[in-house]
């Protein structure tokens, strides 16, 4: 997508024949995995009860369940990290920590903020929730994430942006319409650690040499679908992975961080090597210039050149960055276990 507008550069539904498979992946639900998990933590730095230099327990947990057995979130590699910041948590992916984040803020916060950033698929209120049970389409993550990229600014994704006839006359148009949903400081906050996960977290595969780069990985259901949904200052790009048996993909070290990220990385490379476009920098780190510094570049930042006019009803830069720091809560909070997000397809009903 389009940071600027909302428009669909690009949309691959799957490989191979048309003919042969007219399942279009891009456009139908997956499992989304850890690549959820920035909804959870901006729901917390918008409410204030969690910042980036927030410390979070990454060590076991176990929620009682009133009926079933109790509920016992591990991380992706079985071990804990003990005390850790949140830019870390969130940077490493670690599992534990997105769960005690939920707890902390409440998962409808959660949910509330998910649905304001662009996600319109169900999403069951449970702590599993933050680790990314639920589906949703890659068009969808990608529409969200945008939000991000514009520093809080939410537009809907656009397929079609006019009409023409067969004398090039504008017959119909369908212009962007943006509307600020988030302001600019938690956003700005999430996108300082998702260059995190790009440049020392679990996205280094979707590292770009010559522009900044903000994502986060996802790995669902035993590697059945791997996730990158990552942008740059102008370009918002979400790549699945996974197969028409709905089977875990096979070798060893399989994630989002190695594959897609990978895919992510070289399809930007492409682009831009055909789109010359200046590096600028995120929307929401230029607006907060000299307070809120990421990575110590907001010096050389120059904004996006955005086609639309909105009121901008962010905070002013007086609230600095760490002003918000708070003390988490993560205890407490009886939940139902969710039941598994699984992709669900069909593939030979709609195939021809």
């Known amino acids: 997508l389009d940071v600027r507008d909302g428009a669909v550069i690009a ?13 279009n992946c891009a456009t139908n639900p997956h499992t989304v995995g850890s690549a959820f998990k920035p909804f959870v933590y901006l729901a917390a730095f918008v409410s204030r009860v969690l910042d980036p230099n927030s410390i979070i327990d990454d060590s076991p947990l176990i929620i009682k369940e009133k009926h079933g057995p109790d509920y016992k979130p591990k991380n992706y590699d079985g071990k804990f990290m003990g005390p850790i910041t949140v830019t870390e948590a969130l940077s490493k992916s670690r599992n534990i920590c997105a769960i005690r984040a939920a707890q902390a803020v409440g998962i409808d916060s959660v949910i509330e903020v998910a649905r304001r950033a662009g996600i319109k698929q169900q999403l069951d209120p449970h702590l599993s929730l933050a680790l990314g049970c639920s589906a949703i389409s890659p068009m969808e993550m990608a529409g969200a994430y945008s939000t991000f990229a514009r520093g809080g600014i939410a537009i809907c994704p656009r397929v079609i942006r006019r009409i023409e006839n067969k004398s090039a006359d ?4 369908f212009p962007p319409s943006p509307e600020r949903v988030f302001e600019t400081l938690p956003i700005a906050q999430l996108t300082d650690i998702l ?3 790009v440049a020392t977290g679990t996205g280094q595969q979707a590292r770009l040499s010559d522009r ?4 986060k990985t996802g790995t669902a259901d035993q590697a059945k679908d791997l996730w990158f949904v990552g942008f740059t200052p102008d370009l918002v790009t979400a790549v699945w992975g996974g197969n028409r048996d709905n089977l875990p993909i096979p070798g060893s070290h399989v994630t989002g961080g190695t594959i897609m990220a990978r895919i992510w990385r070289e ?3 492409a682009y831009y090597a055909r789109h010359p476009t200046p590096s600028g920098w995120f929307v929401a780190c230029t607006r907060l210039a000299g307070d809120f510094l990421p990575h110590k570049q907001a010096k050389k930042a120059r904004p996006v050149p955005a086609p639309y006019t909105v009121q901008d009803t962010s905070e002013s830069s007086s609230n600095s960055y760490a002003s918000y720091r708070s003390a988490a809560n993560p205890s407490g909070g009886a939940i139902i276990k969710s039941q598994r997000g699984v992709t669900e397809y069909r593939w030979s009903a709609r195939r021809r």
């Open 11 to 23: 949309l691959v539904g799957g490989v191979g024949k048309y003919m042969d498979n007219q399942w």
């Open 170 to 173: 504008t017959v119909a148009s």
């Open 195 to 197: 260059q995190d996960v």
């Open 212 to 215: 900044p780069a903000a994502g």
């Open 267 to 269: 399809y930007n490379k």
